[in-house]
C-alpha cells in the first residue's frame, strides 16, 4: 500500500503557502471602498501579525476615556472598528475643528479649477472691510495666510469671525495664532464658485469618496457631522495624498504642500492639518514654542486633523494606518490637542508591534 503521507504533508505546506502569501499581497495592496453603500473589506489583528492581547485594554481605555467610535484602517481596509457609550456606525457625531481639513481640501479643488488662488489676498473674493484692519493691513492678507494660522488679526477676542471682532495684531505672515477667521475661506469658496461652500464640498469632495454626513452652522461655527467610517474615508483620501483610488480628488502637489510645514513659526502646523515629526510646535491659545514632537509616540511621518474633545484622524503614510477617535472630551484638558493623544499612541505602539 503506498504511503500517501508525504503528499499530503506537501499539499498541507502548499495550501498553507498559498494562504499566507494571500493575506501579504492583500495587505500590501491599497484598498477602496466602494463610494456607493457601506461594505468595507476588513483584514484581522491576527493576519497582521499585531499583538492582539493588547486589544481589549485598548478598548477598556477607549470607553473610560468617553469615546464613542474608534477605526483602525490598515492599507484601507478595517482592522479594529469598535463603538461605546450609546453610540453605533450609523450614528453622527461632530468632528469640531477636525473639520478645517475638509475646508483645506475643497479650497485645494477650488484653487485647481481656476476659481482662486491661495497666494491672492482674502479681499479680492470676499471684498474689504471683512475686518476692523486698516484697508492697508487687511490687503496683506492672503488665503495661504488662512490656511496657515498666520492673519495676524488678535485670537483674544472669542472666535466671531465679524469684522468688528477681527482686529489687526501683527502684519500677515509673522505671527501664528490658531482661531476661527480660517472660516473665511468658505466664503471665498462661495463666491468665487458662485455656490454655496456645503455644496462645493459636497460635489467635488463628499459625494466623490462616499462620504456621508452634513454641515450644522451654530453661530460663527460651521461643522461637519458624520458616521465614524465617513471620517474613516477621508483619513483614507488623505493617506494617498489626495487621491481616492485612481480618481485625483485634489492636486497632489497641493495636498503635499498642505502636510508640510506651512511657515516659519509653528513647524508643526500645514494649512490646517497638523504634523508630528518636527523639532518643535505651537499650541492654541499660547504664542509659546515647545520644544520636541507634537506627539512623541506617534510616528514622525504621522499627520493629524484634530478638534475639540479630542476628534481626531491620524495617518501615517509609512505605516499605512489611518485610525479616527470620536466621542466626548477623552480629560480635563478640552484642547484640540492632549495628553489623551500620546497615552492612545502608546498603547497602539503596543499593538503594532512599532
Not at 499530503?8 to 501579504?24: E, F, G, H, K, Q
Not at 453603500?37 to 478598548?59: C, H, K, M, P, V
Not at 513659526?265 to 504634523?275: E, Q, R
Not at 504664542?287 to 510616528?299: D, T, Y
Amino acid at each position: 500500500m503506498k504511503n500517501y503521507l508525504p503528499i499530503l504533508l506537501a499539499l498541507l505546506i502548499s495550501c498553507s503557502s498559498s494562504n499566507d502569501s494571500t493575506v501579504i499581497e492583500s495587505a500590501s495592496t491599497l484598498y477602496f471602498p466602494s463610494v456607493n453603500g457601506n461594505s468595507w473589506e476588513t483584514i484581522s489583528a491576527e493576519e497582521l501579525n499585531w499583538n492582539t492581547s493588547e486589544i481589549e485594554t485598548l478598548n477598556i481605555f477607549l470607553k473610560e476615556n468617553n469615546t464613542k467610535g474608534f477605526i483602525v484602517l490598515f492599507n484601507g481596509r478595517i482592522v479594529l472598528e469598535e463603538y461605546f457609550n450609546n453610540h453605533s456606525n450609523t450614528k453622527l457625531w461632530y468632528w469640531a475643528s477636525a473639520g478645517k481639513t475638509l475646508t483645506t481640501i475643497t479650497t485645494g479643488i477650488a484653487g485647481e479649477n481656476g476659481y482662486l488662488n491661495i497666494n491672492n489676498k482674502v479681499s479680492d473674493y470676499i471684498g474689504t472691510g471683512w475686518t476692523s484692519a486698516s484697508e492697508a493691513k487687511e490687503d496683506l492678507i492672503t488665503c495661504k495666510h488662512l490656511l496657515s494660522m498666520t492673519s495676524g488679526l488678535n485670537d483674544d477676542l472669542g472666535n466671531n469671525v465679524a469684522a468688528e471682532n477681527l482686529h489687526y495684531t501683527a502684519d500677515a505672515g509673522t505671527r501664528w495664532a490658531y482661531h476661527n477667521v480660517y472660516k473665511k475661506l468658505q466664503d471665498v469658496i462661495a463666491s468665487s464658485t458662485n455656490t454655496s461652500f456645503e455644496n462645493y464640498f459636497e460635489t467635488q469632495v463628499k459625494d466623490k469618496i462616499g462620504m456621508t454626513g452634513t454641515w450644522n452652522k451654530t453661530g460663527d461655527f460651521n461643522v461637519y457631522y458624520s458616521t465614524t467610517r465617513s471620517m474613516a474615508r477621508f483619513g483614507l483620501l488623505a493617506m494617498n495624498y489626495g487621491v481616492w483610488n485612481s480618481t485625483e480628488i485634489v492636486n497632489k502637489t497641493f495636498f503635499n504642500n498642505s502636510i508640510s510645514t506651512s511657515q516659519s513659526i509653528n513647524k508643526s502646523y500645514g494649512y490646517l492639518w497638523w504634523l508630528n515629526g518636527k523639532e518643535s510646535y505651537h499650541l492654541p491659545s499660547t504664542q509659546l514654542e515647545f520644544s520636541g514632537k507634537l506627539i512623541p509616540n506617534a510616528p514622525n511621518d504621522m499627520f493629524a486633523a484634530l478638534g475639540k474633545n479630542d476628534q481626531k484622524i491620524y495617518v501615517s503614510p509609512s505605516q499605512k494606518l489611518v485610525i479616527v477617535r470620536m466621542g466626548e472630551n477623552a480629560n480635563s484638558d478640552n484642547l484640540t490637542l492632549s495628553s489623551f493623544d500620546n497615552e492612545l499612541w502608546e498603547l497602539l505602539n503596543t499593538i503594532f508591534n512599532l
